[in-house]
């Protein structure tokens, strides 16, 4: 698999460079590339519009500029942010939830960043069950060295760093112990108790357990970091949006955007990405040949030039190949799905909504319930005529990826062959 070396050596040298200093930046916030938000529905809407005619959207911003202006550059804390403009709202009468909601809907900021602020919100306003019974709770919970050690560790680098950094953090340690990890909430008042750590740090522990701060979340520090670097990597002239693409699946509650950013590395997206940017190359060819040379390896002795639909088929062949190199070759410990794949593309500027918009439509073909026959019937309905499936390109990727969707996801004794004369 080949990559442009030249792109990645750039991608290396930008995540090293020191961007922290752009990040305080409204514009760094703005969503650039989600259609309409996964967490705004009719109600929501409602709420916006009566938001919206008593207030305006001058004060919403004003809000948000002045709340960032209070952090050092690239040192941005989601739930010291949060918390700041939760307490400006509260000044003015209304919930700051709506405050987010109104702030996305004019695209001041994107869903990630939203999930951030709303899942924030939520620990700093729920009614924690030890809430009023952490002095008087009596039950003895005894902590091994290790985990006096997290707390501790936890501790000491309060005044540092965010909670969400810090938590996910601890209960990645903490999950070490599964026996530990079940009686968190319990092991956070010994802590305490113990005087490990402080009664603050016992709040914002147990806020961030109970509303699972470490599941499905990004830090606005990651995400912001990672943001900048590609836009100055990939700057998008054409800020184009997409609904698919912030989709919340319904299995993990996650977009594919979410997962991508979550997920991947900057140079591990720039990976993700240049498979599809080949695929279109390869399906864009007019001339794709084999050369056999001799066995000396120096002279040429048959070289046989590709017909179209084998030039296609070439192109499928190599993309099955490069999705399984993916998994274990280039992303070892990673199994990239094809949303992945077209998540990077889009978010680098590879691919245009409207091709993301049509792989949506394909994804009836990645159930590996249904059989290949099923998938092909799919395909045909989706792509308008049978004749689209017997020429070749330059009718585009998008049938070609859902080609290898059903070739990779059928049954080995569903495999379509090859014509015999064909070499692919």
């Known amino acids: 698999m080949k990559f442009n070396f030249k792109v990645l050596i750039l991608v290396i040298f930008i995540t090293s460079s020191n961007l922290w200093g752009q990040i305080n930046s409204l514009n760094n916030f703005q969503n650039d590339r989600e259609g309409k938000s996964a967490f705004i529905g009719k109600r929501e809407e409602k709420k916006i519009h009566l938001w919206l005619n008593k207030w305006n959207i001058a004060l ?20 010291d942010l949060t918390s700041l403009i939760n307490a400006k709202a509260k000044g003015f009468g209304f919930d700051a939830k709506i405050l987010f909601y109104v702030l996305r809907k004019q695209n001041y900021i994107d869903d990630v960043v939203l999930n951030t602020f709303l899942k924030n919100l939520k620990s700093q306003n729920l009614k924690l069950q030890f809430a009023n019974s952490i002095n008087d709770y009596n039950d ?32 990645a340690e903490i999950d070490k112990n599964k026996s530990a990890s079940r009686n968190l909430p319990s092991i956070i008042i010994q802590a305490y ?28 520090r990651e995400y ?31 977009s594919p955007r979410s997962k991508l950013f979550q997920k991947y590395s900057i140079i591990q997206m720039t990976i993700l990405a240049s498979v599809i940017e080949r ?24 070289k046989i030039e590709l017909e179209e639909m084998e030039r296609f088929r070439f ?30 593309a889009y978010e680098i500027g590879k691919i245009k909504s409207e091709h993301v918009e049509t792989i949506a439509k394909l994804e009836v073909l990645w159930n590996p319930k249904k059989t290949q026959y099923e998938k092909f019937a799919s395909l ?20 070609a990826l859902g080609l290898v969707a059903i070739e990779m996801t059928s049954k080995k004794s569903e495999k379509l062959k090859s014509p015999d004369h064909s070499l692919f």
């Open 60 to 79: 919403a911003e004003e809000i948000f500029e002045t709340s960032l202006k209070e952090f050092n550059p690239g040192n941005i804390c989601a739930f």
């Open 140 to 171: 003895y919970i005894e902590l091994n060295d290790s985990a006096k050690n997290t707390f501790t560790e936890f501790q000491k680098s309060s005044k540092t760093r965010c909670i969400d950094e810090s938590y996910r953090l601890l209960k």
């Open 193 to 220: 108790n113990e005087k490990i750590i402080n009664y603050a740090s016992a709040q914002k522990l147990l806020r961030a357990n109970q509303v699972k701060l470490n599941e499905n979340y990004i830090t606005l």
């Open 224 to 254: 912001l970091s990672k943001k900048n670097e590609l836009r100055n990597l990939f700057p998008i002239n054409n800020q184009e949006k997409n609904d698919f693409i912030n989709k919340l699946s319904r299995r993990e509650a996650l």
């Open 279 to 302: 695929l279109a190359e390869h399906l864009e060819s007019t001339k794709i040949e084999i050369l056999v040379y001799d066995k000396q390896g120096q002279g040429v002795i048959n």
């Open 315 to 344: 192109a499928l062949k190599y993309l099955q190949k490069e999705m399984t190199l993916l998994g274990t070759n280039y992303l070892i410990g990673f199994k990239p799905s094809y949303q992945d794949i077209i998540a990077a």
């Open 380 to 399: 045909i309905r989706l792509t308008g005529t049978v004749g689209t499936l017997l020429i070749p390109p330059p009718y585009g990727f998008l049938v």
